[in-house]
């Protein structure tokens, strides 16, 4: 399990597979890298990359108040560190706010931007609700959110153990604050500057959040894959359907 030291001092750990177009892959409040465990096969067209953001997962805590700027530098020194001029950048429900902050902060590094179950903002009551349910649960009990999140993501039971395990090593402060910072981070104003090639990826049935696609009519580059039965956790619910949009969408768009 690889690690680079951040300029603070602290030990970040990453995943690094494969070879070829390197996808960067974003995780939600708390989850860590390993709910992206269905993505690994994408090794076998790219390489692929899977950090641990600060204070989730095995990564040192660097700060307890961390927001989405923080998070965006954070894949900027990964990438330094890995020696990448530029990559695809994917982010996976609330981690697509970092993805997209990193695009519109770091565009010369940006190839595209995937976004699962992405938003700019938490602009719907559904959206709003999940967010300060998960607050108040990392608040209450830590241990049960990681419980409910690893069997609402997974049917495999070694899987779903082993994303409850890895959760539980999320520092419980800063997984609030990821949640909190992020509640109140908008960067629908600023869309009309995503260039790049840009995909969202949405299940049907999350009504809720695909709502927010309205917002990316301002960019001048994307385009949008619904998969049909789904919820909000495609990547690993409808991991088959997922990939395969992401397969077509960097081979054809880079």
Known sequence: MPYFTEKSGAQLFYDDRG???????IHPPGMGRKVFKMQHSLAREF???FPDLSGNGDSDVISHAPDVSMYAREVVQLIDHLDLDQIVVIGYSCGGMIAQEFALTFPERTKAVILAGGFPKVA????????LGGMYWVNKSPETLAKLLSHSH???????????EHMAKSDPECWYTYYNRAL??????RLNRLTQ?????????EFWI????????ACSNVKMEVIEHAFHQ???????????????FVQGEI
């Not at 695909?210 to 009519?217: G, L, Q, V």
């Not at 088959?240 to 077509?248: E, G, L, Q, S």
């Open 210 to 217: 695909n709502e927010h696609a309205h917002y990316y009519r």
């Open 47 to 49: 390489r692929v990359i």
């Open 184 to 189: 109140s981070f908008d960067c629908s104003g």
């Open 19 to 25: 070879n070829g177009e390197a996808l960067v892959f």
């Open 197 to 205: 090639p840009l995909l969202l990826v949405y299940g049907n049935k």
């Open 154 to 164: 997974f049917k495999d039971a070694e899987i779903k153990r082993e994303l409850n």
């Open 234 to 248: 495609t990547p690993a619910t409808h991991y088959d359907r997922f990939n395969d949009a992401v397969i077509r």
């Open 124 to 131: 719907t009551g559904g959206l709003r609700f999940e967010f």
